[in-house]
DNA sequence: CGCTATAGTCAAGCTTCTTGACCATACATT
DNA sequence: AATGTATGGTCAAGAAGCTTGACTATAGCG
């Protein structure tokens, strides 16, 4: 008979913020995955997608990328280049800095901002019917808190 | 001039929960990288620390690790082969099933789970003063909850 | 003007993780 | 007991993801 873990036999060790928090952002980003692969973008779980959501309307600096995502610029250039193979991005010339590139969506990609809204949408709805909108509220409320924290 | 972009200027598709809970954990994580490596443990950013948390006095089965970590069993296997050669545990026979390998702590292993509780209580008690004792227990219940629907 | 910082590119390479093929033990069915 | 299937683990090869190093071009400051 192999011997069954469950939940109280679990080391102790494992009960803290940083493992709940990465549980927690473990199943989002998965959620999130598996929306967009359902909405038609079979690469949505790749390295490039997560670049995606930092793109909005506007466009993005390619180094305001860089900072936000926490990588080297080399690997951001990387990801850009499978975006703009795939049609989802393309890279401007900045009219306010001639080192600069800035990064705005195709019509492709308008598209796929506009479906993974939808995806983030519907996962969030089932967060607020988890908590209830208020508790939701203060746990996003918290969330900012921590992570506006110098 | 060089237009610099401040908070509001973010794209709006940035302000979701899966951005916040991805900061929260990337800033909880650098912490905790920080933290064991000024206790000694330089390699604590590289990906086999990761298991380290993983693993209770008890020891853990290879094959749970694989399943708590969402990897595959070959890539345990190869971060276990690192901390194995840095003596930090050692894979011991498993007496209730001949296939399988638990993983146990070497005294080494044992002085860096102490290490490492030590500075996970540190980070969060930062959270605690950043929220309050009340909001950080209403906190870790929510993100419990999230983690555990079905 | 010359100096230093910033934006980006190209190339090479390491780390991390995956897939595929495989062996041994366990468990369920008959 | 005999057989089939699931589970636990290993070995090897390679792809993905990211890094460091070396370089070019523009910006901004003294």
Same mark, same amino acid.
Not at 39 to 45: E, I, K, L
Not at 60 to 72: A, E, K, N, P, T
């Given at each position: ?13 494992l009960d ?17 995955d ?25 466009? =993005? ?5 860089? +900072? @936000? &995502? ?5 690997a $951001?250039? #990387? ?5 703009v ?9 900045d009219?306010?800095?001639?080192r600069?590139?800035? =990064?705005?969506f195709?019509?492709t990609? +308008? @598209? &796929? ?5 939808? $995806?983030? #949408? ?6 607020r ?6 508790r939701?509220a203060d ?12």
């Amino acid at each position: 008979m192999v011997k069954k873990l469950d939940e109280n036999d679990w080391p102790e060790t494992l009960d803290h913020v940083g493992w709940q928090l990465w549980q927690a952002t473990q199943r989002w980003k998965s959620e999130l995955d598996a929306g967009l692969v359902a909405a038609g973008y079979p690469w949505a779980a790749e390295a490039r997608a997560n670049i995606v959501m930092h793109v909005g309307r506007a466009g =993005i600096r390619q180094s305001d990328l860089v +900072r @936000r &995502m926490g990588l080297s610029k080399q690997a $951001v250039q #990387q990801l850009l280049d499978g975006l703009v193979a795939d049609g989802i991005v393309e890279r401007k010339a900045d009219r306010e800095d001639k080192r600069g590139r800035l =990064i705005v969506f195709t019509a492709t990609g +308008r @598209r &796929m901002l506009a479906d993974s809204n939808r $995806v983030k #949408q519907d996962i969030e709805e089932g967060y607020r019917k988890a908590l209830g909108e208020r508790r939701f509220a203060d746990f996003m409320a918290m969330l900012r808190e921590l992570n506006r924290r110098p």
